[in-house]
């Protein structure tokens, strides 16, 4: 059972989407349980065949839930109950336990020190929770992974990294570069830099713009697009006035397409102060873009720097602008750039290998309480 807050558009809702489709191929009964309602990709589960079971979370502090949970568990006969984030760790991890689950299996996707030390009190349960309701702890980094073990105290033995895999089949745009270029009104070839994510302080949209003002000099056709939503959406517009960039910088808003906006765009870049695993690097490797992206979290498990893009310090805007420019300037330089990112990305960063790290995951978890599964369905991946 693969347990999670939300199913609406988002990086780890769309890895638990892959890892619920990987699964069913490879055999393994699998079900999803959400505590908000389904959202997108609830419904292209379900349309997949999955069952998908909504436990709605009724208010900030639900004593019913983990009870309600639980029952679930027991229902369904869960044999791991896997749970993504910190709510679905929290309230899941309880009610696994209530339930007797043989294996329960948290997975945290991000790095964020800074709100992590504005929520003591969260980080307080997510301890407790971690050494009395979690088997094993999943990050999809390295650098989460580590962060974990600081953070939530957590010893080795109890964590593992997993990396994010792509789905690349649902990675495939729908319309062509020209086609997609003249519904956006970007003109012949002119430059296009795309960044794709939520309008939120962990992106650092400002560094974005600033970098975007000082390019806009030695490419005076240069447009920007971004993709995305969320709570800073006002200020940032208002920015992009502030910095002259109104008929440069173009927001978007959440997009169901954002294959189409990569094959759009020149280069793609990230501007984030911490992120965990970030998908939106693979997409754009995938799709043989070149990338920029700061060097925080995860990012540098990535991005090979020099060979797939290049990685710049947070608020480094001189060289985060260089780096741009040498993109723009050289098609020759993005081409193998990209083609270099499409293979790593086959590479190492594929659907089949997200599913087959987890399932040796859930199989590590269970033999250690002497419980055998899986088997067949591990042989059929390593096949």
Wanted: overall charge neutral.
């Amino acid at each position: 059972m693969l347990v999670i807050e939300s199913l609406q558009y988002g990086g780890t809702e769309r890895q638990l989407h892959h890892l619920a489709l990987g699964m069913r191929r490879a055999g393994v009964e699998v079900e999803v349980c959400c505590l908000r309602g389904p959202g997108p990709f609830g419904d292209s589960l379900r349309d997949h065949g999955i069952t998908v079971h909504l436990i709605v979370k009724r208010s900030k502090v639900d004593l019913t839930l983990p009870f309600r949970l639980a029952a679930l568990f027991r229902h369904r006969r869960t044999d791991v109950a896997h749970l993504f984030l910190f709510t679905a760790s929290l309230w899941g991890g309880f009610a696994a336990r209530l339930a007797r689950v043989p294996a329960v299996i948290a997975t945290e996707r991000n790095v964020d020190h800074l709100e992590l030390r504005n929520r003591f009190a969260d980080v307080l349960l997510f301890r407790l929770a971690a050494r009395l309701f979690h088997d094993r702890m999943l990050g999809n980094s390295e650098q989460v992974t580590r962060y974990l073990g600081r953070a939530l105290k957590i010893p080795p033995r109890h964590l593992a990294t997993v990396y994010n895999g792509l789905d690349t089949e649902e990675v495939r745009p729908r319309r062509g570069r020209g086609e997609v270029r003249a519904a956006l009104g970007v003109e012949g070839e002119c430059p296009v830099i795309l960044m794709v994510g939520r309008l939120a302080r962990q992106k650092n949209y400002p560094f974005f713009l600033r970098a975007m003002a000082h390019l806009r000099e030695t490419n005076p056709d240069l447009t920007g697009l971004v993709a995305g939503q969320g709570p800073l959406e006002a200020e940032l517009q208002s920015l992009v006035g502030t910095l002259g960039l109104a008929e440069v910088v173009h927001f978007l808003g959440p997009r169901d397409d954002i294959p189409d906006l990569m094959v759009a765009a020149d280069l793609v870049v990230l501007t984030s102060d911490w992120e965990g695993f970030p998908n939106t690097l693979l997409e754009a490797m995938w799709l043989r873009r070149p990338v920029v992206a700061t060097d925080v979290g995860g990012c540098r498990e990535v991005v090979a720097d020099g060979e797939t893009g290049y990685l710049i310090e947070p608020d480094d805007g001189a060289a985060f602008v260089a780096a741009g420019q040498r993109l723009l300037d050289d098609p020759n330089l993005r081409e193998r750039m990209g083609a270099n990112g499409h293979q790593r990305v086959l590479d190492q960063f594929s659907a089949e290998r997200l599913v087959a790290s987890t399932l040796e995951q859930y199989r590590l978890v269970l033999r250690a309480r002497g419980v055998k599964w899986l088997g067949a369905a591990l042989e059929v991946l390593r096949d």
